[in-house]
């Protein structure tokens, strides 16, 4: 069964300041991988993802994330942070093949950035 | 441009009662559903999901059910809430091209007493 595993259930970091926030995976196969985001009472909304290719993908204000299969990893990044950044980051994972339809989320890493 | 839709935001319920939730898709056609569920500290479980009108596939066992009565229409319903119903509902869309993308609805906050 897929799993997805975030280091840090909460994160407080000055403006800024470098953000990473890690993202471990388990799956027996080719994955899909996503970042979403849940700022303060707004929709769960995908921040970045990687389906192929480049293993550096860049996401909506300033994020990227880099999936380095050896380590089954997705850490996100992000080099200054911002007040704005507050919110809680969810990493995701699913099958690449036809029929993939279960996305496994992890239990969140909740962001508070101090102004 | 695509949106999702659900409704009630919020919901009360005592123990025992039934429940209806709905979620509706605009500015698509086919799509794949899905409905989760986001307790406190555990992230998001797929309860079910459906690529047609009809067809549902459950990933967890439990008291819920959910049925698809049109192309854009998701309901997650329940004959008798339990307590440990309690949490955050999401629904989902997704394309139907292999696997794609979900977007996410804005919630229903259900409390069951």
């Known amino acids: 069964a897929q799993s997805v595993s975030q280091h840090n259930h909460h994160v407080i970091l000055s403006e800024a300041a470098s953000l990473e926030l890690g993202c471990n995976y388990s799956y027996g196969g080719t994955v899909n991988l996503f970042w979403y985001v849940q700022y303060p009472g707004q929709h769960l909304q995908l921040l970045l993802k990687?389906?192929?290719?480049?293993?550096l993908v860049k996401g909506i204000k300033g994020f990227e994330a880099e999936f380095i299969k050896s380590k089954f990893s997705f850490n996100l990044r992000k080099p200054s942070v911002q007040w704005s950044d507050t919110a809680e980051y969810f990493c995701a994972v699913s099958g690449s093949g036809a029929g993939s339809y279960q996305l496994t989320f992890g239990k969140g890493t909740k962001l508070s950035v101090i102004p | 441009s695509q949106t999702i839709h659900q409704w009630p935001a919020t919901l009360v319920q005592p123990v025992g009662s039934p429940l209806s939730l709905e979620c509706t898709v605009e500015?698509?056609?086919?799509?794949?559903l899905y409905w989760y569920r986001q307790a406190a500290g555990r992230g998001l479980q797929l309860l079910f999901y459906?690529?047609?009108?009809?067809?549902i596939s459950s990933e967890v066992p439990q008291n819920l059910s959910a049925s698809r009565p049109q192309d854009r229409q998701f309901i997650l319903s329940s004959k008798k809430l339990l307590l440990s119903d309690s949490g955050f509902y999401l629904c989902?869309?997704?394309?139907?091209?292999?696997?794609?993308?979900?977007?996410f609805g804005p919630g229903t906050r259900l409390t069951v007493l």
């Open positions: 990687y389906f192929s290719g480049d293993p």
């Open positions: 459906s690529v047609g009108i009809g067809q």
């Open positions: 989902a869309w997704s394309g139907m091209e292999g696997f794609d993308t979900q977007y």
């Open positions: 500015g698509t056609s086919n799509p794949n």
